[in-house]
């Protein structure tokens, strides 16, 4: 698909028209069972929607291939690191420095020049520090496609790591397939008092401000309960 291959725009596999596109990363297409011919147009941005669920060739290893196509997602195989062509990735995030200024101001820092030469932003006052990745291995997990979201209203186990975005899923599991997945660790604040995530105001008089008085603001939401809070580790 890249410029130097098949030279792909992004219309050509997420179809659609007025804004609206095929393709959710919050519902995305995990089984596509639709049984069409391979090629065609349609509103689904899967690889079995070109190229159908047996796309290797009528040889012994094109057999076994086809074999697994209804337990490990092509982007499993076909996309082995993430991050390439010198365009970095963010990994790691760091609430916990959020808040720092200069001159009474907030700034920015480009500690890190990604492969084609561009630098990127290391740290941000509205948001702490960051780290990146360049030709990065995927995790692997078995998915059917459902996410659980941690939101500011839920409950956790702060002695363990808090997974943000859940994906469910099995080998038990008719419709789960083997993907691949970006990992970002992150380090938030939460409430210590009743063990949930603090929401952190990034806009308004407080963008600029030490975490620590948005995170009072946060906490204080009339829609959140009011506790004291501490960081903890994530994984988005």
């Not at 956790?156 to 997945?181: A, M, Q, T, Y």
């Not at 992150?186 to 990034?202: D, S």
């Not at 009011?226 to 994984?235: M, N």
């Amino acid at each position: 698909m890249a410029e130097k291959g098949e030279n792909f725009s992004c219309i050509i596999c997420h179809v659609g028209e007025g804004h609206e596109w095929s393709g959710c990363r919050y519902a995305p297409t995990v089984r596509d069972t639709a049984k069409t011919k391979p090629g065609p147009p349609r509103k689904t941005a899967t690889c079995v929607s070109c190229h159908g669920d047996e796309p290797h060739p009528a040889s012994l290893m094109g057999v076994k291939l086809n074999d697994h196509t209804d337990r490990v997602a092509c982007p499993s195989c076909h996309v082995p690191s993430f991050a390439r062509g010198g365009v970095a990735t963010k990994i790691h995030w760091d609430w916990r420095t959020a808040g720092k200024l200069k001159n009474g101001e907030g700034y920015r820092e480009e500690g890190y020049i990604q492969g084609n030469g561009e630098p990127r932003h290391t740290y941000k006052s509205i948001k702490g520090n960051f780290k990146y990745g360049e030709n990065v291995k995927p995790i692997y997990r078995w998915f059917n496609g459902t996410e659980i979201y941690t939101t500011v209203h839920d409950k956790f186990d702060p002695s363990k790591l808090v997974e943000i975005n859940h994906l469910e899923g099995g080998p038990d599991d008719p419709d789960s397939r083997i993907w691949p997945f970006k990992r970002v660790v992150t380090i938030q604040p939460y409430g210590k008092g009743n063990n949930m995530l603090v929401y952190i105001p990034l806009v308004g008089r407080l963008e600029d401000a030490p975490l620590a008085p948005r995170c009072r603001k946060g906490v204080n939401s009339p829609y959140l309960p009011s506790c004291p809070f501490q960081a903890t580790g994530g994984s988005a």
